[in-house]
């Protein structure tokens, strides 16, 4: 239930976005990856996802990487995008019918762990609803669903908090401090440093497609000697020296 990032080179056309990465994150960890707009996350969590292939070095989950396994390793990841993806010729029934087929989970299981989050999330009576019908938080609740009910050990979350009211803000969050308490591992990039601050038990920070800087709040107010410093603060300090 780890993510073992090893030399990690990634990018389009043979064009490195990123460079030499190195990072391990473990089990029950929550980590945050903070960077300005271009600095590579994108990249990193694509790459980590299997969507675009390194050009250099290996990304392990659980010690499995995607050219050894590839159904093992598509199968620990709960991915929730930025940008919510759903078929708009399925219902929200038919989508948790889908995760169900993809994750191979009997259907029972996956409608018996998704009523809870149904019912927190305002969603218990519009399982046949399209998504034309739902609002940006709405299909954002959805994506999450689709995520949290499977038997993931791993969790790729990308700026998680656009579009959710305060409410499903904080069921969210409880939903990931769940999973980490259970041993799974927790990647997420936000621009809500409050949020982060909340959440997260260390943080990567990314600049020019390379991880500067990791560590817990006050490892990382020492590295930028930046005492007593908050993450906003820190995260001022990155926008400066880049």
């Not at 391990?24 to 945050?32: K, M, N, T, Y």
């Not at 969603?123 to 940006?136: C, I, M, N, Q, V």
């Amino acid at each position: 239930m780890s993510i073992e990032i090893n030399n990690l080179s990634s990018g389009y056309r043979r064009i490195p976005v990123i460079k030499h990465i190195n990072a391990q994150l473990d089990p029950g960890e929550v980590v945050s990856l903070i960077g300005l707009n271009g600095a590579g996350k994108s990249t990193l969590l694509k790459t980590i996802l299997g969507l675009i292939q390194p050009l250099e070095g290996e990304v392990l989950l659980n010690g499995i990487s995607l050219l050894d396994d590839q159904m093992s390793y598509a199968g620990s990841i709960g991915y929730i995008p930025e940008t919510p993806i759903l078929y708009e010729e399925l219902t929200l029934r038919e989508h948790l019918e889908m995760v169900a087929l993809g994750y191979q989970l009997p259907l029972g299981l996956i409608m018996e762990r998704a009523q809870p989050m149904l019912e927190k999330f305002r969603l218990a009576d519009k399982l046949d609803w399209f998504p034309t019908h739902f609002s940006k938080g709405m299909k954002q609740k959805v994506m999450i669903i689709c995520a949290f009910v499977t038997d993931a050990t791993i969790f790729i979350i990308d700026e998680p908090f656009l579009g959710l009211d305060p409410v499903g803000i904080q069921d969210l969050m409880n939903l990931m401090r769940q999973r980490a308490k259970a041993g799974a591992t927790i990647l997420f990039t936000t621009h809500v440093l409050s949020m982060a601050d909340q959440l997260a038990d260390r943080y990567l920070l990314m600049r020019s497609g390379e991880i500067v800087a990791d560590g817990n709040l006050t490892q990382l107010q020492e590295q930028f000697k930046l005492p007593g410093a908050t993450m906003d603060e820190i995260y001022l300090k990155l926008a400066e020296v880049n």
